[in-house]
């Protein structure tokens, strides 16, 4: 959680809008993210080893990704990359001049993050 926590907020730069808390039941601990200037909530969730929610990720399965406007694609993924961020996709054109361009990266856990300029 640490980790991830440190990426959405140090790397991407999201605000703690709900502290971390334990979720005893389930064995886990929850915090809720948002972005700037936006209403949008990114609710992070970890589960210990022995809850019966734990299970690994899988890239493809469940989640397949998170997707974050961007205002300057390129700058954006020269800076991650300078932070030590994995790009996977780099920045490409959909949609010719009427498209848009994205890229994606991971976040510490394998999860594709598109980064997406809208024309």
Do not use: C
Not at 55 to 71: A, I, K, M
């Amino acid at each position: 959680m640490e980790e991830s926590l440190r990426f959405y907020t140090q790397v991407l730069g999201m605000t703690i809008t709900e502290p971390l808390q334990k979720t005893p039941p389930t064995k886990g601990s929850v915090v809720t993210l948002r972005s700037q200037n936006s209403q949008q909530l990114l609710e992070l969730n970890h589960y210990e080893e022995d809850s019966p929610f734990n299970s690994p990720y899988t890239n493809g399965e469940d989640l397949d990704h998170l997707s974050f406007d961007v205002q300057d694609l390129e700058a954006t993924v020269k800076e991650l990359k300078l932070q030590g961020v994995e790009v996977v996709v780099e920045p490409y054109v959909i949609g010719g001049n009427f498209g848009w361009k994205e890229a994606y990266v991971k976040d510490p856990n394998g999860i594709w993050i598109e980064l997406l300029q809208r024309k």
